[in-house]
Structure formats: C-alpha cells, structure tokens
C-alpha cells in the first residue's frame, strides 16, 4: 500500500516536472521575456460563472496586451495567463495563492471573494507579488497593511454611501426596507447603505434576511410587504435578486426596487422574466461606453466569450493597469513596478483609476442605472464617495 | 507480503519505524525541492484533515454513530481561537492555552449535540448531526447583530499565528543558510499534533471504552445487557470526537489568519466523512490514507490540463470543468470496488469477503501463539 | 390576518415542492434503507432537460401555447430522469447492496458531484431563466394574493401524491414494493423480482423529482447546475420530519417543512423582539426536526421498528 501511495506521489511529481519544463522552454521559441499573471477564481461551485467571466475578462486584457507587442526593460514581453481554481474556499485559496508563488508570478489578478481575497493576500504580501483584486469589497481586505493589495472596485463602505444617499435624495425614500444575502459581500454592503440612508433621514422599518443558495423569498417579501416600505434594497447577487424581482410583483409590492453592483447584469432582467422593469441598481466607475475604450471592449468581449457577466471589465482594467505600471516602471519585477502601481493614474475602460494609500480605488465614481424596456439604461453617476476613513 | 509475520518482528518493525520517522522528517523539504511549497501546504492541510478524520473516525468508525455535522466542532475550535487571538476583542491569548480550550469546548459542544440525540438511531442521527452542523454555522454567520461576536460572514481577520514567546511560526526562520518559509514550520507542529491524535486513537481503541464503542456499534442492545452504560460511552465518543475537531480548528485558525463561516460548510463535513469511509472506518491506517487520498486528489488533478495537452497536443476540456467531474467519478469507482474502504481493518474485510487468502489468514492466526 | 393566510400560501406551495421531492427519499429508504444523496441532482437534471426543450422549442418558432411547450418538456425531462435513475441504481447502489451501510453514502455522493458536473459542462455555468410563458395571474382571496401557477403546483403535487399511494395501496406492483420494504428476501422467495422492484422505484422517485424539478423551476423562474442540493437537503430533512420510509409522512414532512420555514421566515423577528430575524429560518426549521425526534424517534408518521440485525 505504502509503495503504491509512493507511485502516487512520484507520478503527480513527475507531471508537474514536465509541466514546468515545458513551460521554461516556450519562451525561448520567439525571444520575448514571459510576464506571468495570475488569475484565481472560483471555477467550480455555485459562482463559476462569476468566476469564469473573471478568468476571460483577464485572458483577453492578456491577450490585447501581447497582440500590442509591449517591451519591458528593452526587452520585448510576453503575458502569459495562469489560471487556477479556488471553488470559492478559502482553503483552497492559500493553497493555490501558495502555487502561485511558487510559479514566480508577477502579479494576481483575484480573488472574486473576500473569503478567499484576504487570507489569500497574506500569502502574497509575504512573497512580495502585487495582488489586484477585481471584486473583493470588504473593507478589510486593504486594512490589514498590506502594500501589495489593490483593488479596482470600491468597497462596501464607498458603494453603500453612494446608494443610501440615492435612496434617499433621489427616490425619496422615506420607509426603507433592507434584505441581504448573508454573504460577505451582501451583508457588507447591506449594512453600508442602511447606515448611509439611516444617516439621511430615512426609517429602516424592517431587515431580512435570506441566502445566497435560496430561491424563495415570498415569506421574507411577504414581512416586507406588512411594513408598507417604499424602498427595499437588496444586498446580493443577480440570481437571488432576479428571482427576488418576479416574486415581489408576484406578491403585488410597489416599493422601488434597488440592487448593488451584484444585481447590474443582465441576467437579473432575464431571471426576473418580465418583471424586472423599474428595478434599480448601480456599479462601481463609468459607463462602459462613456469611457474611451470602453465599448470597443464590451463588443470585442461579447463576440469572443459571449455576454459579460459582471467583473469582466474589471478584471481587464486590473489587467492593463498592472501592465501599465510595468510598463512605466520599465520593469517586471513586483518590487519595483509596486511604487508605481501605487501612484499610477490611468484610463481603464470602467474608471480612471488610481489608488489610495491602503490600495483602494480612489474617488470611485458610481453609475446608477434603471430597467427601461427590458435593459438597464444609464440614470446617472454619483461623483463618488469619500474613501472611507 | 505477510503483514503479521513482519509486525511480529520486532527488528523490522524498529527499523520501519525508524525509517517511516525520516521520511516524516525530511517530507516537506523534499516535497518543496520536487513540487514547491504549494504543495507544502498542501501537505499541511493533509496532516490537518488526518487529525479531523481521525477526531470523526472515533464517533463513526469506533462508536457507528453517523455524524454528518462534525465541521460545528472544527467551527467551534476555530471561531474560539479567533476571537481569542485576534484584535476583533482585542484579545491576545497563546496558543498553548487557546488550543488545549477550544478541545474542551468543542468537546462540551459535542456533549450538547449528543445528549438529546442519544435515543436516535441510523439515519435519524444522521439528519440531525447535520442540522447541528448548519446550526452552528448558521449562527456563526448571523451573531454580527444585534451584539457583534463573530462579525459575522465578513470573517475574523489578522489572527495572530501559532507561537511562543514572541516567536511565531508564520515568520520565515533561517535553517543552513536558507530561507524556510512559515508552512514548514507549521508542518512540524502538525505532525507532531497529528501524531499524537493516532497516539490517543490507537491507544483508545485497546481500551476499555474502546472496545465498549465497538460493542455499542455492532448492537446496542447487547452492549446493554453486558454492563456498558451505553449512554455515558457514547457522550464519550462524541466528546473525545468534537475535542480532535476542535484542537484541529483552533490549528486552523492560527495557520490561516481569517476565518469565516464560509470554510465550514456541509460539503466540508461531509468530505471528511468520506475519508473515514474511503480509507476504512474503524481502522487508522485506512483512515489516514484516506484523509491523504482526499485531500491531494482535488489538487493533483490540477495537472490535467498539462496531460491533456501532453496527450493531445492541446487542452481538450477545460481542466476546470473535469476536476470535480474526476474526483467524483473516483469516490464512486473507489466504493465499488472496494466497498469496505481502501484500507479496512482485517476483522471488516473479513465480513466482507470469503476469499480463501483472508480463510487462509485466519487459520493462520488462530494458531499464533503471540497473537 | 391577510399576512399570515399570505405566509400560508407561500409555505404550503413551497412544502408540496418539497414533499414530492421527499417522496423520492422515502421510497428508497423504505426498500433499501439508503440514503439516495443523489436524488436532488435528478431533480435538477428534470428541471434543466425541460428548459432545454422548452427553449429549444421557443427558439424553433412553433406557435404552441406556454402549457403544451412546458408539457413537452416536462415529458421528456421525466424520460431522460428515469433512465437517470434507473441507471444510478444499477452503477451505484447495486453492487453495493451487501457492502457495509455507509458505502453507498460515498459512492451518492460521488454520483451527486458526477452529475453536478455533467449538468455544469452541458448547460454552463450560468444561471438559466425560464421563460414566463406559463399563466400567472394573479387572484385576490380574504386579502392574499394566489397566481395560477401556484394554484397548479399546489393542485399537481396533491394529484401526484394521491396516484402514488393508490398505486403503493392497490396495484400488483405497489404490493411487491411493501412486500420488498418489509422482507426483501422473504419477497424474493415468495416469487417477487426484488431487482425489478428496486428499479421500478428508483424509476418512479426519479420521475416524481423530475415532475418537482420543472415546477421549482417554472415557480421560480430559474434553473441551475447547483440548485438540486439545497433542495434535496430540504426535502431529506422532510422526509425525517414525517418519519423516513413512510409514504404519508414524507408528504406530511413536506407540506409541515415549508409551512414552518415560511412562519419562521415572517414572524421570528416578531416572536423574539426582533433579536433574531429570518436569518434564523433553517434553525428553526432543525429545531423543530430536533424537538419532533427526541420525542418522536421515527418521525411523526414513522413506526417503531424493532431493530434490524
């Protein structure tokens, strides 16, 4: 038994061997240096498709970059995408944030959660590899002191404010209503925005709760519906807020409906099946064909991976920005291109994006949309919080 | 090969030993040279998931309870550690104290769990051991309001890490002239944890509550009639299991630095259970081999995508989409074949089996005089 | 008072959701005293097979109404879930029939993330819509709101429900299947295909849970490769509540399951102060499954078996 556990161990060694050697040698074929970006995001589980849309808003900033032939320290460049999967498990995480140190990465584009994002980013902080994070939002992720961790989303604490303040002034909300997801994400920005629209005079009349696994929400939007709410915010993603929609109409609610980023896709009109018009939501930078860029972008992604899901530009903006500070670092080395990165200012196609001295965004801007005629039409953007603290 | 003939001989048996000793000994520095120090953190997480399986093996394996809620303890001994170490309170205790606290209270957890549940049999206990389990998490998720203890989904963050005296493990030290990171530390105080969970399973499963488990576990209520107050045995059992799961978790807590309630899910209880089944339950050797099993396949089966393109000259099927898909097809071809677990003690394989080399064995040992 | 006959509503259609997905556990466990882990990946086997069809019919421009397309569907889905099921028994379950109890728990498990996976590969990652082509209109009774939809879940499972006991009670085979649930080996001897009458029911509780996977998704409007645990969970936990094995309890089970979750979900937070809220929901839930067997080990419907060597 032993020995066969020993053959075990020796055949997976001798694939990565292979593996690895194989991956030394390409670069020699055209003479570029290789770049090696990271990208860790869930694959598998409930929010694979989340995570798939990361892993291919990241391959075509990737592939965008070497199609421009870039040069780096005089010599030229190749991006090389390596992708793993965390299943959403912040196990899973530090074991393939660990891999990834070991591969000699240059930078990391992840993870999708916070769970995963921060005990992830410790790994990271010690080997000295800059982590950009494309949709972690809770705030502790850039307090822990780390200077290698950066994100292009801002967090709960900025898009809670930008949206409790819009509940407020420009819905009139009076009776607020608050259902989150008991996710990191949800929960976080859930409890933002009530504290932002508590702060602007409005009365939060009830809080409830559902998961991000549910799909029935009748008993909690029946409470709802008992308090008379004339705003109720959903903290959560598109598959429970879509659903959530339908089932609000079903039970004859006429609140106004308002969402996060995690409720901005399209998939929440199509989940919502004709029940979607009216429904509010924002996300964090630009419009994407406000900013220049950014439609090229959204045509060519959709045409190569089909509809973006959420992060995907995101995830290209983290991509370019790391490039960019490479590229204005003359460098490819994490330790010298990271004092850029750090006081980078650049055009994505989501933001102009720089950032603060914990690594957060800086001055996001927020863009609020509405459902008309079955598709979320730009109502306007919020010139961004003050970064928290 | 005779396994007995060689146990017997005690020369061979000092010298396996022995030899076993180094291996453990130099694992991680040779697993690091040949596959990086991914894959010594993977090694981490096996020594970790030994002593869960074992900690669920003494209520499954020894006692037949199903118990399909045991990450609540690894919760338990996790969440304790983080609260207690971590600026969330602002407390700062040592681990030699915190450790040794989260074992007893994930063992009065188990205790909890067990007593209203001691008249429920089979599947019944099954269903709410994990109701128990969701429970706790459940509650691990919410208690951020209206008083904030665990802060909740978001997680506990900046856990200090495992040490003494100021030093702690998660520091690179200096060995030879080389920098050694932080998980190889840690992969010595797991094994020595690790080792002293088989300690106390071998140890208890010669005793006298030992074999009263097994007594409860073949027939109640013929353990009954022999005396075996079977109520107090099986709060033993769920006990000493609960207390393996909670020293796990606090070791958890230290080495990862964030704990959230996310990392103690129903899949994870039941990936645990599936070691002590793969492996062999009852049986430590089994389960150990099949908490390794378990733990390196989902990682191992990384490297398709490479073998594909080895293959076929390109990536096929996208790795990540076959990964689980493997994994899954692997527990059930594992199960087929061997339904008694990969490794099983030699008194399940022979329930389970008549061949004649097991027939052969058993006369065998009926004649041994040192048996 | 319109608030809590709402909250009724709600839980008793959820519940019969659940119960017919329990009846799928039930019936296993009567026979076989095993724990199928993979029957709520059959159930959202049925409900994605179905969206396939119906989108596939969509797409292909024929002018049927929403009801016959959802129908066609919903036949096909049920074909494809019994061959599922049928097949599942035979790799799975069969060769393990002799094998120590906690074996075909793995290889459930195994099939569950086999499947899972399938379903990931085939349809994708993403969360699939169901088109809003059933009628939902909406009805006003005492001051609760009742769409068709709901209704026809509601008025379906009770049929399905009824057809099944009939057939258990009074048909040729539902003999066979008590007979086998009661002494498999005496069955045998008595002249009844124990093999063929294992099948059969895995065949019918695949064909129940594919019939409950188009209605979650139709109710819900959406479908996913992951969404056939949490609700076989649930309807597992409904199954225990009424006392697993039992035909009657599993409907029971079901139709108590969703009526106490939706209570919870609307006046937990009144009952406590608002200390606790909805979040608590599924502890409520366990807790109530904890209380019914401390004092009722087998489940409320479930007999007192005298223990099995």
């Not at chain 1, 038994?1 to 074929?29: E, H």
């Amino acid at each position: 038994m032993k020995s066969r556990l020993l053959a075990v161990l020796l055949a997976t060694m001798l694939f990565n061997l292979a593996a690895c050697g194989k991956k030394d040698t390409a670069p020699g074929a055209d003479g570029a240096v290789v770049v090696k970006i990271g990208s860790i995001q869930p694959l598998t589980g409930p929010q694979s498709h989340l995570g798939k849309d990361n892993e291919n808003g990241t391959r075509m900033a990737i592939d965008d970059a070497n199609a421009k032939g870039i040069s780096i320290g005089g010599k030229k460049v190749r991006f090389e995408l390596f992708s793993e999967d965390d299943q959403a498990d912040p196990k899973t995480a530090t074991i393939v944030a660990q891999k990834m140190v070991d591969e000699k990465v240059n930078g990391i584009i992840g993870h999708l959660n916070s769970g995963t994002t921060i005990p992830a980013s410790k790994i990271y902080f010690d080997a000295g590899i800059v982590q950009i994070s494309p949709s972690a939002t809770n705030p502790k992720y850039t307090e822990q002191g780390f200077r290698t961790a950066f994100r292009v989303m801002p967090n709960d604490v900025q898009q809670g404010k930008a949206l409790g303040d819009f509940a407020v002034t420009r819905l009139g909300a009076k009776r607020v209503a608050i259902i989150d997801d008991r996710t990191a994400y949800g929960q976080g920005l859930a409890d933002q925005f009530g504290a932002a629209a508590k702060a602007a005079g409005a009365e939060i009349v009830t809080r409830q709760y559902t998961t991000d696994k549910s799909t029935d929400f009748m008993a909690i939007l029946t409470a709802v519906k008992s308090e008379n709410a004339d705003v109720l915010f959903f903290g959560g993603m598109d598959a429970q807020g879509g659903p959530m929609m339908k089932q609000f109409k079903t039970l004859g609610l006429n609140a106004k409906f308002l969402m996060g980023d995690g409720g901005s896709t399209p998939e929440f009109i199509k989940l919502a099946a004709g029940s979607a018009e009216g429904a509010y939501s924002s996300l964090p930078g630009l419009p994407l064909d406000k900013m220049p860029g950014g439609k090229a972008f959204g045509d060519k992604f959709t045409a190569k991976y089909g509809q973006i899901q959420l992060y995907a530009p995101y995830c290209y903006d983290a991509v370019s920005v790391m490039i960019a500070a490479m590229q204005k670092a003359d460098s490819i080395d994490p330790a010298k291109y990271l004092p850029v990165l750090a006081s980078i200012v650049y055009d994505g196609v989501t933001a102009k994006i720089s950032f603060d001295t914990k690594g957060d965004i800086k001055d996001g801007a927020i863009t609020l949309y509405q459902v008309k005629n079955g598709k979320w039409e730009v109502l306007e953007t919020v010139g961004g919080a003050e970064p928290a603290k | 090969m005779n396994w007995s003939k060689l146990k017997s001989d005690r020369r061979i048996a000092y010298v396996a030993f022995i030899a076993l000793g180094l291996v453990l000994a130099v694992a991680p520095f040779l697993v690091g040279a040949g596959l990086g120090n991914g894959w010594v953190r993977i090694l981490d997480f096996v020594l970790l998931y030994i002593m869960l399986a074992l900690g669920l093996n003494i209520v499954v394996g020894y006692a037949g309870l199903l118990d399909l809620g045991y990450v609540a303890f690894y919760a338990v001994g996790a969440y304790l550690y983080a609260l207690l170490a971590s600026p969330h309170f602002g407390l700062h205790l040592p681990a030699w104290f915190i450790l040794p606290l989260g074992a007893l209270a994930a063992g009065m957890f188990g205790m909890m769990l067990g007593t209203p549940t001691l008249r429920l049999r089979g599947d019944y206990l099954a269903i709410v051991t994990l109701g128990f389990g969701e429970i706790i998490r459940i509650f691990l998720n919410n208690l951020n309001s209206p008083v904030n203890i665990t802060n909740g989904p978001q997680g506990i963050s900046m856990i200090d890490p495992i040490g003494a005296g100021g030093a702690s493990l998660s520091q690179s030290f200096e060995l030879f002239g080389m920098q050694v990171p932080g998980i190889y530390a840690y992969y010595y105080l797991f094994l020595a944890m690790a080792l002293l969970v088989v300690f106390i399973s071998l140890r208890l499963q010669d005793s006298r509550i030992g074999r009263a488990w097994v007594a409860i576990r073949e027939d109640e209520v013929a353990a009954e009639a022999m005396g075996i107050n079977t109520r107090n045995i099986k709060l033993l059992a769920f006990a000493m299991g609960a207390s393996f799961g909670g020293i796990s978790g606090g070791l958890f807590a230290g080495f990862q630095g964030f704990v959230s309630p996310e990392s103690f899910n129903l899949m994870e209880s039941i990936m645990i259970l599936c070691m002590v089944v793969l492996g062999g339950m009852g049986h430590i050797p089994g389960v150990i081999l099949g908490a390794i099993l378990l733990t390196v396949l989902p990682e191992a089966l990384r490297y398709i995508g490479p073998l594909e393109e080895f293959f076929f000259g390109r990536v096929v099927v996208d790795p990540a989409d076959l990964r689980m898909l493997i994994f899954g097809l692997a527990l059930i071809v594992v199960m087929i074949f061997r339904p008694a677990g990969l490794w099983p003690s030699k008194v399940r394989r022979r329930e389970f089996s008549s061949e004649a080399e097991v027939l052969a064995h058993e006369q065998e040992a009926l004649y041994d005089a040192s048996k | 008072m319109d608030i809590f006959l709402q909250q009724l509503i709600n839980g008793l259609v959820l519940g019969s959701v659940y119960a017919l997905i329990a009846l799928g556990y039930t019936m296993v466990y009567g026979i076989l005293e095993l724990i199928n882990f993979a029957h709520g990946e059959v159930v959202m086997i049925g409900a994605m097979v179905t969206l396939a069809v119906v989108n596939m019919l969509m797409a292909s421009g024929v002018d049927l109404p929403g009801l016959m397309i959802v129908a066609a569907g919903l036949l096909v889905a049920v074909a494809v879930c019994m061959a599922l099921g049928f097949v599942i028994e035979r790799i799975a379950y069969r060769p393990l029939r002799r094998a120590p109890r906690l074996a075909p728990l793995i290889t459930a498990i195994g099939v569950s993330i086999v499947l899972q996976n399938v379903a990931m590969l085939i349809w994708g990652r993403q969360y699939i819509s169901f088109p809003p082509i059933l009628p939902s209109t909406r009805h006003d009774i005492a001051g609760a709101g009742i769409t068709d939809l709901q209704i026809f879940i509601f008025v379906l499972a009770l049929v399905l429900m009824a057809g099944l006991v009939l057939l258990v009670q009074r048909t040729r085979i539902g003999r066979a299947m008590r007979a086998t649930a009661q002494a498999p080996e005496i069955a045998g001897l008595m002249g009844v295909n124990v093999n063929a009458v294992i099948s059969f029911t895995f065949i019918l509780g695949s064909a129940l849970a594919a019939i409950a996977g188009v209605m979650v998704s139709a109710y819900y409007g959406i479908a996913h490769y992951y969404m056939g645990f949490l609700l076989g969970l649930k309807a597992f936990t409904a199954a225990v509540l009424g006392g697993i094995g039992n035909i009657a309890g599993a409907m029971l089970g079901g139709l108590l399951l969703g009526v106490i979750e939706s209570m919870a979900a609307g006046y937990i937070g009144d009952l406590t102060g608002g200390f606790l809220g909805s979040h608590y929901q599924d502890v409520f839930a366990f807790f109530v499954l904890i209380g019914v067997l401390v004092f009722r080990p087998s489940g409320l419907l479930g007999e007192r078996v005298a223990e099995r060597p």
